[in-house]
């Protein structure tokens, strides 16, 4: 059970105070306060942990300072939906808004591998009008001989770059807590120059402590990918474990399940699970087309496997794309052949336009024919 307070009722309250005694003092359930930062406002919410069945929520709804009270299935309290229209949902990191109605594309460097490489994406992403990026500093690789990314010596110039090319937020993996802090002490040194979104990649999607320290800071949101080899409630639960350590500002994003079953794609796809992602919670949906898809080749149409991939995801109400660019792919030292050209940006981004337009028009006409 939730019960979410007034707005306008601070911990220092009368009405705060009350409230949380009387909580406090119901057999056998604990509380815990969780803080949710909107767009518009923030509010306080409380979980009853332990059986709130024979709670009355009717009873609870009653003490002062709470505006209501909600019942919640067990599986992903925090960021499920729980048939609750009402709750918050979505952010704004950096002054940009993150939520299930809207849409921004991540586009760049899967691995940071030179300066020039790194200066040469964004301008094309300034080019194009374009505030968000992904840049990979620390690389979980298969092999371990394999390049494993520049790690914190990148970090100073790809965000005092990225300051001066008007990005906003870099989604940038960490495979370690202490990467963290290696962002964060490199953004203090750079003033504070761009944002940064963690990214927790598909072979940690299960890492629990990882999780459980990305989760405990609240500098930084958070995008989880889907683990490449577990169910979907496998991988929300992971999710839930970020917002159960405090931070909710989670983007869930689908990148494909392995299985030879997707041959000759890189991994199945999965973005049909957009909308069922949107009914389970109130995360944002990420896709990523470029590790699902992984490859450049194109369909008799002249458009890339990885196009089709994205307008498939974008039709069906996705709010971020993760794709992989790159100045000269056949030099990447990572995903190289999965990159889409720096030409090809004003393409791929109408290409995504053209997706969105289409699923706005779905939604009116879904509208259109509800209302009567
Ligand atoms: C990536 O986005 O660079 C990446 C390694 O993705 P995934 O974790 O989905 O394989
Ligand atoms: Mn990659």
């Known amino acids: 059970m939730i019960v979410i307070l007034g707005s306008n009722v601070g911990e220092q309250s009368e009405d705060y105070r009350l409230t949380l005694d009387y909580l406090a003092r119901l057999p056998g359930i604990a509380t815990r306060v969780h803080k949710v930062q909107g767009t518009q406002q923030a509010l306080t919410e409380i ?81 194009n009008g374009q505030v968000c990026t992904r840049m990979g500093a620390y690389k979980p690789r298969t092999n371990p001989y394999s390049f494993q990314g520049h790690g914190k010596a990148c970090l100073p110039y790809v965000f005092e770059l990225a300051g001066q090319y008007g990005i906003k937020v870099i989604a940038m993996e960490v495979t370690h807590e202490s990467h963290v802090e290696e962002i964060d002490e490199c953004l203090e040194q750079t003033g504070h120059a761009t944002g940064v979104m963690l990214q927790i990649g598909t072979r940690n999607t299960q890492n629990f402590e990882l999780l459980k320290a990305v989760g405990r800071q609240q500098e930084f949101p958070v995008l989880l990918k889907r683990g490449f080899g577990i169910t979907l409630n496998e991988s929300l639960n992971a999710a839930e474990y970020l917002a159960s350590e405090g931070n909710s500002r989670v983007v869930f994003c689908l990148r ?18 957009v909308p069922v992602l949107k009914r389970l919670t109130r995360m944002p949906v990420c896709i990523d087309p470029s590790h699902s898809v992984g490859s450049r080749d194109r369909a008799p149409d002249g458009l890339y ?56 028009k779905r939604q009116r006409l879904t509208e259109r024919h509800s209302a009567g």
């Not at 030879?260 to 199945?268: S, T």
């Open 47 to 127: 979980y009853l942990i332990g059986d709130t069945k024979t709670l009355s929520a009717e009873e609870i709804e009653a003490l002062p300072g709470v505006e209501r009270v909600v019942r919640i299935s067990e599986e992903y309290r925090i960021l499920g939906r729980h048939q609750d229209e009402q709750r918050i949902s979505g952010f704004e990191y950096n002054g940009v808004l993150f939520s299930q109605d809207n849409l921004n594309v991540f586009a760049g460097l899967c691995a940071v591998d030179t300066p020039e490489h790194v200066e040469l994406m964004l301008r094309a992403l300034r080019e």
């Open 256 to 273: 494909g399940v392995k299985t030879n079953m997707g041959d000759p794609h890189r991994n199945l796809v999965d973005f049909s699970h």
């Open 305 to 360: 496997d990885l196009m089709h991939a994205t307008a498939q995801g974008v039709v069906s109400g996705a709010n971020l794309v993760l794709v992989d660019f790159h100045p000269a792919p056949t030099k990447a030292l990572v995903d190289g052949p999965q990159a889409m050209l720096l030409s090809e940006l004003g393409w791929f981004l109408e290409d995504v336009a053209a997706a969105r337009e289409a699923y706005e």
